[in-house]
């Protein structure tokens, strides 16, 4: 079974630093992984999807990478804002479903 | 385009009552999954639906949990009776297909709380 790890839990940063969020997982059978934000008492949004072929993907000040063969991916965030403060969730596509972290709760002071 | 739909946002009921959740994917996603959140955790998978059959439903608490699919479109999710570890966030999501090479697209869900 998937196992998906999270690390660090929580994270605060003054704004503007830069950060790097961690994933791990223990199945590198995977088809693709999925890095979400979830803002307090939402849903699930979907922030970057890399497949199992690529190495990295990015969007604006965001950029993921996926190492399968180590079982790691990070979450690259730039130029941090008030407004990246949310949980972030990874989802590692395994088999006929998606396993989740239970995510990195981040904090950006202004 | 729209996205996932779900409904209601929110739901208190004392233990031992019924509770129903419904969930409007994507327009042309077969793929529907129903996860659970329990506060501080990640989402965890309760039931999964191909158009409208059930593929994986191996953690869903069978003996309170019900789900549907009927016309391969909309679903419901039902917990009768409810104890208080329901209380979680309950998750649509829907893909184009199965899990290969798709993008997951999830609702805001449905928070119950269970008293």
């Known amino acids: 079974k998937q196992e998906v790890t999270q690390i660090p839990a929580a994270l605060s940063v003054p704004e503007g630093e830069n950060l790097v969020l961690n994933c791990s997982f223990t199945?590198?059978?995977?088809?693709?992984l999925q890095w979400f934000r979830q803002d307090p008492g939402k849903g699930l949004t979907s922030l970057l999807l890399i497949q199992s072929s690529q190495r990295e993907q990015t969007s604006g000040r965001l950029n993921a990478s996926l190492d399968k063969s180590s079982g790691r991916s990070t979450l690259y965030i730039a130029a941090s804002q008030p407004g990246d403060s949310a949980t972030y969730l990874c989802?590692?596509?395994?088999?006929?479903?998606?396993?989740f972290g239970t995510g990195t709760s981040l904090t950006v002071i202004p | 385009e729209a996205g996932v739909a779900q409904s209601p946002r929110y739901k208190i009921i004392e233990k031992r009552q019924s509770v129903a959740f419904w969930c409007n994917p994507i327009?042309?996603?077969?793929?529907l999954y129903w996860y659970q959140q329990i506060l501080g955790q990640g989402p965890k998978l309760l039931i999964q639906?191909?158009?409208?059959?059930?593929?994986?439903d191996s953690q869903l608490p069978k003996d309170r949990f019900s789900a549907e699919r009927l016309k391969g479109v909309d679903s419901t999710l039902k917990i009768q009776p409810a104890k208080l570890e329901d209380s979680a966030v309950y998750l649509c999501?829907?893909?184009?297909?199965?899990?290969?090479?798709?993008?997951?697209?999830f609702g805001q869900g449905t928070r119950l709380t269970v008293v």
């Open positions: 199945d590198s059978a995977i088809y693709n």
């Open positions: 639906f191909q158009n409208n059959g059930v593929v994986d």
């Open positions: 327009s042309g996603h077969a793929t």
């Open positions: 999501a829907s893909t184009i297909s199965p899990v290969r090479n798709t993008e997951a697209f």
């Open positions: 989802a590692v596509g395994t088999g006929n479903q998606f396993y």
